[in-house]
């Protein structure tokens, strides 16, 4: 369960209220009163974190940047380069 309690609040709402939407992403949208389109980049999101949380084997840098990533702080193309170079002065 510490997967669930290291999301974000909303995440953890959304996911309680997709549950009881008994997995419907249609009432989904209904609930929140937004396309479905909205409510599946929203869930894929959240896939994405838990993905993240759930790769332990990666370097804490290259998670940093790809949670941002997922934030849309930065870009895909933008964090790949910043592993790039970061890989590159750690193998030195």
Do not use: C
């Not at 989904?28 to 993240?52: C, E, F, M, Q, W």
């Not at 949380?53 to 998670?63: A, G, I, P, R, V």
């Amino acid at each position: 369960m510490n997967w669930f309690l290291s999301l974000e609040k909303e995440d953890q709402e959304f996911i309680k209220q997709l549950v009881l939407s008994s997995g419907s992403l249609k009432q989904l949208a209904h609930v929140y009163k937004v396309s479905y389109p909205t409510v599946r980049t929203r869930l894929n999101k959240i896939i994405d974190k838990l993905k993240l949380l759930e790769d332990q084997d990666k370097d804490h840098f290259e998670t940093k940047i790809m949670q941002l990533v997922i934030d849309e702080k930065v870009s895909l193309d933008v964090a790949k380069d910043l592993i790039k170079d970061y890989k590159e002065v750690k193998n030195g």
